[in-house]
């Protein structure tokens, strides 16, 4: 396991760049992380770093967020805080998500723990203090 220190949000690129290089050829992941570690604002990074000229939002309220990639390809971030049980999932279509060959970026996987395929990549993101900012601390 590689754990990275980012000091600053200007150096989330270079760990989003990180991640996918030590990953390559993964397409699902699951972020790992209290509230206010900056998850959202990590997927800005993410989808920068591959191409997305979309600006990542917050999927709380909607659970899944789509962003278009160059080459018409698809990332899809889900929030799935919200989600009560598996069934729920189950029911707005989690695994076709998961299962699309598309870029899966999962909030709060624990929640639907079961459905996650087997090689997927799970990326834990600590703070010392959430949402005031300093140093995020990434595991993957």
Known sequence: MQTITCESTENLPAVAESL??????????????????????????????????????????AIVNEYRLPQDETLYHLDCYRLKNLREAEEIGVEEYLY?????FIEWPENIEELLPE??????IRTETPYAGGNRYFSF
């Open 20 to 61: 996918l290089r030590a990953h390559a050829g993964k397409r699902i992941f699951a972020l790992h992380a209290e509230m206010g570690t900056g998850k959202t604002t990590f997927m800005q990074a993410v989808c920068a770093v591959l191409g997305s000229a979309d600006h990542a939002t917050s999927p709380t309220f």
């Open 119 to 124: 090689d997927c990549v799970h990326v834990h």
């Open 100 to 104: 699309s060959g598309a870029y899966c």
